[in-house]
């Protein structure tokens, strides 16, 4: 059974920066993508971040405009997000997802979620 367990969340001021890190087990990974979605209150869930783990081709939302950074370590199955120029808009619930990829990511399997509070 493939858990994902996120860490790094916590409160920053605009313009700082934070690191997010989801720590994998539980499964195989060599055909998956992990990576990031958020969900602000009385918003939809959105797409921030991806990475393949046989090549580390990464993906991006469209609203992260080269602030975010995904990366993964083969040796701890973790991928991280470093998040940089924080925006109030940037606050939301973070979660982790990971899944096969193949042409396209399913993702079917979901962290907890962890909280990134950007204030003014």
């Known amino acids: 059974q493939v858990q994902l367990a996120e860490s790094g969340g916590g409160l920053v001021q605009a313009g700082g920066s934070l690191r997010l890190s989801c720590a994998a087990s539980g499964g195989t990974f060599s055909n998956y993508a992990m990576g990031w979605f958020r969900q602000a209150p009385g918003k939809e869930r959105e797409f921030v971040a991806a990475?393949?783990?046989?090549?580390?081709?990464?993906y991006y939302g469209d609203f992260v405009k080269g602030r975010f950074t995904i990366s993964r370590d083969n040796a701890k199955t973790t991928v991280d997000l470093q998040m940089n120029s924080l925006k109030p808009e940037d606050t939301a619930v973070y979660y982790c997802?990971?899944?096969?990829?193949?042409?396209?990511?399913?993702?079917?399997?979901w962290g907890p979620g962890t909280q990134v509070t950007v204030s003014s």
């Open positions: 997802a990971a899944g096969p990829y193949d042409g396209s990511w399913s993702t079917q399997h």
């Open positions: 990475i393949r783990w046989n090549d580390a081709n990464t």
